[in-house]
């Protein structure tokens, strides 16, 4: 047993670590940092830094211009890259359309899509949700009816994160109402320029329209774009879920929320003393740190088991529910932490350069924000009850 | 022993609940929020014309309750809407601090007031947290009146407000209990400014500045340099009011998320089949009645001695802000993305819950004062 990383993957480290010194705008880092709200140019500059440098696809083989990097490799740069406050890579494109195409799209596919997913030609979106089928996705009903060349789109998707974004997206629709209800679904990548895609934007808890409906009306798409086999979506659709939960842990995102959360602590008035030293407080803050360290661990022991070609599989819905649980207690302490100033919301504040200046302490808003906004990470990719019940059925085998 | 409210209570509660019910629609709140005034003129005045505001009053100050049970029962109603109207600030901490340390020229004011007058309560400064007695603001002696300089922080309502009850020390150091005072001053006084803003869970609030203010010796409420009981008196009202109005929250987001349990299908059934979330939902439930005894507990106690009525402040503070953060986690939880959605009636609830947490103290400074009632 060796806790610690090899001389190579050091090495890799300090080579990611002097990447982001020089390569990571500091108008970005901060942004993030600071909680700003980030717009669609910001997603993209940081994606072509990356993509330039050749990191971009990071979980992509090198033939298909990845980075072929293990799973101990990746999990040191999403640590690296979220300590330094880079902004998120959008993950439909790259983790969860890009691995899906590999393994089952046409060549055609592959040779038109994928580099433009690296490029950025084309924003993805995810279209597997609808407003009746959620963690029982299976009972999707957008329909795809063949017509000559084309596959006639008539439905709604919702929860599309950044669809607003998006010029592309990828659904699961219904080709067939025979036999299981699993096996009448198809995989299908649907332009959103053509004529009858409309996307309403759902604005969240916090303020923020993150997530769309999408509605289909008549969309014409072409058959080449169907994924696969007509009715074999399910199959893929399962193949990419396993890949939307790597780095489901989120640890590097909870180390980051830490650091914060002991910075602010460190900085607020409590009585005579800072809210750090409140042995209450200081008590909270050091048992999310332990379950933290363990659950550091327990993700690494994922990781060596997958770069020893182990595939994840209910180990990853473990992850999930004690890493989203940590990461959300993080958040509460930290919307804790700002006190009273927790209270005010002025939304301008969240856009860089505005003239409207946080009320308080410029850390507060954006902790109630996104202690709001983070109940959602319980809840989507598959909701911690959906893992504990995968948990206790492949594992427990109840 | 005797958990039934008084028939004139049952009254006030049934009346009250009806007119909400009927009066608080979504829009009604969103409008509010957007307005300048960051409050709905119409159901202010409605309650003003039920005798809600007078309801927190005594009658020997012109109004015809003021007692723990009274507050208890408006704000639990209150909660249960969702309605974020200046009651506390106006009812409760600015008027219930001129009907206990005014004078009779002050008190006359409390008519006013209970016809529908708008006041708000501005203690707490930036760096002050939770610590009551944590005043920098001073005021100092000019003449025949009083000058008054600093800054008071998230003062709820103070865009509708006409006047503030504002703490300013008058002698002694930052954390001193002795050396508070109170003053009533105007909101368009020369030398005050405000920058509003929305709060969270509905409403606006500002922070003030003043510079220089000028004020004449009347503004002085109660005397000089002594309100510092009266402002934990004050609080301890305010408390019990927060800790009903959460309840009711809770009462509305239960009846909600119970709702949905039942409504919603996945895999051919509705989700409150699940097990796993008939136990949570049951729990959810247990904890409300937990809040709701320690509501009562404190309301029964709200005109016993200091220290007694204090124990039941931080216990009452505490347990609420606990089972507040259980009940917002595990609706919104238990609604899946729906729960995340701003237009469904959950958001502005859970947020408004939550932010109570932030109010007069949280959890764990209860926890803390708690412990320290019970040593002294
Ligand atoms: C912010 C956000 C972003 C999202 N982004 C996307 C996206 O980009 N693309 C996309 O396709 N989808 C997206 N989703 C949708 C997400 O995947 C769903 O919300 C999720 O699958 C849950 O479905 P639901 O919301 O319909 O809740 P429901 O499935 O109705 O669940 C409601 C509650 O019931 C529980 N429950 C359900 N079944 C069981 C069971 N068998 N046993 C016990 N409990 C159960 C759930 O855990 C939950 O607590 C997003 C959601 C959110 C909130």
Redesign the interface.
């Known amino acids: 047993m060796d806790l610690n990383y090899t001389d190579e993957q050091k090495a890799f480290r300090d080579d990611v670590r002097a990447f982001l010194e020089a390569k990571l705008p500091k108008r970005l880092s901060d942004k993030v940092a600071g909680g700003k709200r980030l717009t669609k140019a910001d997603y993209e500059e940081w994606h072509a830094i990356l993509n330039e440098k050749g990191w971009l696809g990071v979980t992509w083989p090198k033939e298909h211009g990845g980075t072929g990097w293990d799973a101990v490799e990746r999990h040191i740069f999403e640590e690296e890259t979220t300590a330094a406050h880079a902004p998120r890579i959008v993950p439909f494109g790259l983790n969860m359309l890009g691995p899906v195409l590999m393994k089952f799209g046409s060549d055609a596919q592959k040779a038109h899509y994928l580099p433009r997913i690296l490029n950025g030609d084309d924003w993805w979106c995810q279209g597997y949700?609808e407003p009746?089928a959620?963690?029982?996705l299976a009972?999707v009903k957008t329909t795809a009816v063949r017509d000559g060349d084309h596959y006639i789109v008539n439905g709604q998707k919702?929860?599309t994160t950044l669809g607003q974004h998006a010029n592309m997206i990828f659904c699961l629709v219904r080709t067939s109402k025979e036999g299981k209800r699993q096996e009448g679904i198809s995989f299908l990548l649907i332009d959103m320029d053509i004529p009858g895609v409309e996307v309403r934007p759902?604005?969240?808890?916090d303020?923020e329209a993150e997530?769309n409906e999408v509605w289909f009306n008549d969309v014409k798409v072409p058959v080449e774009n169907l994924v696969g086999e007509e009715n074999k979506g399910w199959t893929y659709a399962k193949y990419l879920l396993t890949h939307e939960r790597t780095n489901i842990a989120g640890v590097g995102f909870a180390n980051a929320g830490l650091a914060a959360l002991k910075r602010i602590a460190g900085l607020?008035?409590?009585?005579?003393r800072k809210?750090i030293d409140?042995?209450?407080?200081a008590a909270?803050i050091a048992q999310v740190e332990i379950d933290l360290m363990a659950m550091a661990t327990t993700n690494l022991r994922t990781i060596a088991a997958a770069a020893a070609g182990q595939a994840p599989g209910a180990e990853s819905s473990m992850l999930k529910v004690k890493g989203t649980l940590i990461r959300?207690e993080i958040n509460?302490l930290t919307?804790?932490a700002?006190?009273?100033?927790?209270?005010?919301?002025?939304s301008e504040a969240l856009d860089e350069g505005s003239n409207e200046g946080p009320?308080?302490p410029d850390y507060a808003m954006p902790a109630?924000q996104a202690?709001?906004n983070n109940?959602?990470l319980?809840?989507?990719g598959g909701?911690?009850?959906v893992q504990?019940?995968i948990v206790s059925k492949m594992i427990l085998e109840l | 022993m005797n958990f039934t409210l008084t028939e004139e209570r049952q009254m006030l509660q049934d009346g009250l609940r009806r007119y909400l019910r009927d009066t608080v629609t979504p829009d009604l709140l969103e409008d509010a929020t957007e307005s300048a005034s960051g409050h709905s003129e119409t159901l202010w005045q409605g309650l003003a014309e039920m005798g809600v505001i007078g309801a927190l009053f005594s009658e020997e100050d012109g109004g015809f309750g003021g007692a723990g049970f009274d507050i208890a029962l408006t704000f639990e109603e209150m909660g249960r809407a969702g309605a974020f109207e200046p009651l506390l600030e106006t009812g409760i901490l600015a008027g219930g601090l001129i009907a206990a340390l005014g004078s009779d020229e002050q008190k006359a004011r409390i008519e006013a007031i209970i016809g529908g007058d708008i006041l708000t309560y501005a203690h707490?400064e930036?760096?002050?947290?939770?610590?009551l007695s944590?005043v920098t603001t001073r005021a100092a002696k000019s003449g025949e009146g009083w000058t008054l300089t600093g800054l008071k922080?998230?003062v709820p309502h103070a865009p509708a407000a006409t006047h503030a009850v504002v703490s300013a020390r008058t002698s002694g150091a930052v954390?001193d209990r002795d050396g508070l005072s109170l003053f009533l001053v105007p909101l368009d006084v020369t030398g005050l400014s405000a920058?509003d803003?929305?709060?969270?869970?509905g409403g606006r609030?500002a922070?003030l500045s003043l510079v220089d203010v000028d004020l004449p010796a009347d503004a002085l409420i109660g005397p000089e340099g002594g309100a510092f009981d009266a402002i934990e008196t004050a609080h301890a009202r305010a408390t019990c009011a927060v800790c009903a109005e959460a309840l009711g929250l809770m009462e509305s987001i239960r009846a909600l998320t119970t709702e949905y349990l039942q409504t919603r299908?996945?895999?051919?059934q509705p989700i409150g089949k699940?097990q796993?979330?008939q136990h949570r939902m049951a729990d959810v439930l247990i904890e409300i009645e937990q809040a709701r005894s320690a509501v009562i507990n404190l309301a029964g106690h709200l005109e016993a001695d200091r220290t007694i009525r204090e124990r039941h402040v931080s216990a009452a503070k505490n347990l609420i802000g606990r089972v507040g953060?259980l009940v917002v986690?595990e609706s919104?939880?238990m609604h899946?993305?729906i729960?995340?959605?701003?237009?469904y009636a959950l958001?502005h609830l859970?947020?408004r819950l939550?932010?109570i947490?932030?109010?007069f103290g949280?959890a764990?400074y209860h926890?803390?004062r708690f412990i320290r009632l019970a040593a002294a």
């Open positions: 949700s009746g959620g963690s029982d009972s919702t929860w759902i604005v969240l808890l303020g997530v607020e008035n409590d009585g005579d809210l409140n042995p209450f407080f909270k959300q509460a919307r804790q700002a006190g009273p100033y927790a209270m005010p919301f002025v009320v308080g109630t202690y709001f109940r959602k319980s809840i989507y909701s911690n009850e504990r019940q | 707490a930036p760096g002050s947290r939770y610590d944590r922080s998230v954390a920058r803003y929305t709060v969270n869970g609030a922070e299908k996945q895999f051919g699940f796993a979330l953060k986690e919104i939880q899946g993305g729960g995340m959605t701003r237009e958001a859970a947020k939550m932010m947490d932030h109010r949280d764990d926890l803390e």
